[in-house]
């Protein structure tokens, strides 16, 4: 593990001052074999999508990164709208993760996140976004190194 101690003193640090969690998973074969975690709750194959020029006969990365960050973003979503006092009951959040060639010669990622808040008025789920934005450990990791989009709706 690399540290990405910030150099800039006016850069926010939103690393942890305490790890509450530690969740573990191995790959076998990268993108065309399997994930496990540790606990045995997932065991997922994991397949090349044919826009990649895999046969698409499993999940893949990008999947698990959306799957992750709409749940954690959706729940930091639920915790700011519950401290501010609203019921977010019936609301969502659907992510899309692209990947593609960047100009380094490797690949990057692009996220779009369409949040739905139903029951509440656009000031106010604005408000709330932006205050989930902060809170989620997904949008703290990924800030200013992917783009991210945020779509309510």
Same mark, same amino acid.
């Given at each position: 593990?690399?540290?990405?101690?910030?150099? &800039? &003193?006016?850069?926010? &640090?939103?690393?942890?001052?305490?790890?509450?969690?530690?969740?573990?998973?191995?790959?076998? !074969?990268?993108? &065309?074999? $399997?994930?496990?975690?540790?606990? !045995?709750?997932?065991?997922?194959?994991?397949?090349?999508?044919?826009?990649?020029?895999?046969?698409?006969?499993?999940?893949?990365?990008?999947?698990?990164?959306?799957?992750? $960050?709409?749940?954690?973003?959706?729940?930091?979503?639920?915790?700011?709208?519950?401290?501010?006092?609203?019921?977010?009951?019936?609301?969502?959040?659907?992510?899309?993760? !692209?990947?593609?060639?960047?100009?380094?010669?490797? $690949?990057?990622?692009?996220?779009?996140?369409?949040?739905?808040?139903?029951?509440?008025?656009?000031?106010?789920?604005?408000?709330?976004?932006?205050?989930?934005?902060?809170?989620?450990? $997904?949008?703290?990791?990924?800030?200013?190194?992917?783009?991210?989009?945020?779509?309510?709706?």
């Amino acid at each position: 593990m690399t540290d990405d101690t910030a150099t &800039d &003193d006016t850069a926010v &640090d939103t690393r942890p001052m305490k790890i509450m969690y530690v969740a573990e998973a191995t790959a076998h !074969g990268g993108r &065309d074999g $399997y994930v496990t975690s540790q606990d !045995g709750r997932l065991e997922l194959k994991v397949a090349m999508p044919p826009q990649l020029g895999g046969d698409g006969n499993g999940t893949n990365p990008e999947q698990l990164f959306a799957a992750g $960050y709409s749940s954690c973003f959706h729940n930091a979503l639920v915790l700011v709208g519950r401290r501010a006092g609203f019921d977010l009951t019936g609301s969502t959040v659907a992510a899309k993760v !692209g990947i593609g060639p960047n100009r380094q010669r490797g $690949y990057g990622l692009a996220v779009a996140l369409s949040v739905s808040l139903p029951v509440l008025d656009q000031d106010v789920a604005e408000k709330l976004v932006d205050a989930a934005h902060e809170v989620c450990p $997904y949008s703290n990791a990924t800030r200013g190194n992917i783009d991210v989009t945020i779509l309510l709706g």
